[in-house]
Nanobody, 128 residues
Framework: QVQLAESGGGLVQAGGSLRLSCAAS????????MGWFRQAPGKDREFVAA????????YYANSVKGRFTISRDNAKNTVYLQMNSLKPEDTAVYYC?????????????????????WGQGTQVTVSS
């Protein structure tokens, strides 16, 4: 079992920045990828960004490309989401998720159902 603990959410004015962190613990941690999703009130959960646990590959939703940066620290089992130029429409609960490797499977970083473990979420509120 993997436990995820998100931190770094809060209230920020439009144009401001926040940095989210997600620390993983539990079983020997060797994921295929980690990702961030978000869910605003009354909306479906949507993909934000993902990063492979090895190699340089990163993935971003078009809505955050150029403003958000995902990174990782393998030694700390932690993934980060640096969010700059925040907009009111970025307001949501942000969830960290872990994707495990599945043999003979085409992993889709953008698909929530491909992630096995989820954090409890951290609220991000951007005021106008």
């Amino acid at each position: 079992q993997v436990q995820l603990a998100e931190s770094g959410g809060g209230l920020v004015q439009a144009g401001g920045s926040l940095r989210l962190s997600c620390a993983a613990s539990g079983r020997t941690f060797s994921p295929y990828a980690m990702g961030w999703f978000r869910q605003a009130p009354g909306k479906d959960r949507e993909f934000v960004a993902a990063i492979n646990w090895s190699g340089p590959s990163t993935y971003y939703a078009n809505s955050v490309k150029g403003r958000f940066t995902i990174s990782r620290d393998n030694a700390k089992n932690t993934v980060y989401l640096q969010m700059n130029s925040l907009k009111p429409e970025d307001t949501a609960v942000y969830y960290c998720a872990v994707m495990m490797y599945k043999q003979y499977y085409s992993h889709d970083h953008y698909l929530a159902s491909d992630y096995e473990y989820w954090g409890q979420g951290t609220q991000v509120t951007v005021s106008s």
